[in-house]
């Protein structure tokens, strides 16, 4: 069934509110893909913070075209049956999740990216962004190594204090 223009507009409109608020946004071909399949990558998306979006790629050309900093991307990887996945808070959970499933489903394959100012990543840009650690992980281990030395010091006085209460009471009990 036809999209009616004004159907398209809106479309065309809310895509290009997604590639401007969105701090990166990849592009994957589903050829294949059960509906199930699609539902579960939906739900692991929306679990870590991620929207998935299907559309058609002439449409997300005219939203690229309307979206500041996206009107000179190159769109020629835009070919054939693709999904969006996109994140507001995150700039590598599109690329992770989408990697991830298609690890477990051959018929998932990730073609290119778009960072939030336009810029075009092709596959191997994207599959390496998706090995990195998420935010919150890197938060964590800097926060870890930053609390390593506290720790460290912490430990260090516990054992001392330890030996010597033992040694009080072993002379006590003496």
């Known amino acids: ?11 065309v409109a809310e895509f290009s509110d997604i590639l401007s608020t969105s701090k990166m946004t990849v592009a994957a ?9 699609l539902q579960e990558l939906r739900r ?10 299907v559309i058609k790629n002439r449409l997300v050309r005219a939203s690229m075209v309307q979206t500041k900093g996206f009107e000179k991307t190159n769109t020629t990887s835009l070919a054939g049956q ?4 996109y994140s507001t808070e995150d700039e590598v959970a599109p690329a992770q999740v989408v990697d991830n499933f298609a690890k477990t489903h051959p018929s998932i394959e990730l073609v290119s ?22 935010k919150n992980q890197l938060i964590a281990e800097t926060i870890a190594q930053l609390l390593s030395p506290v720790h460290d010091v912490t430990n260090a006085l516990s054992g001392n204090l330890h030996a010597l209460l033992d040694g009080v ?6």
């Open 169 to 174: 009471s072993d002379k006590v009990a003496a």
């Open 44 to 53: 692991t998306a929306r679990e870590s913070g991620v929207g998935i979006k």
């Open 82 to 85: 693709l999904l969006y996945a």
């Open 113 to 134: 990216g778009f960072s939030d100012k336009g810029v075009l990543l092709d596959t191997q840009e994207v599959k390496a962004l998706a090995g990195l650690p998420s």
């Open 1 to 11: 069934m036809a999209i009616s223009r004004d159907k398209k507009q809106t479309l």
């Open 29 to 37: 071909k589903y050829d294949g893909t059960s509906v199930a399949d």
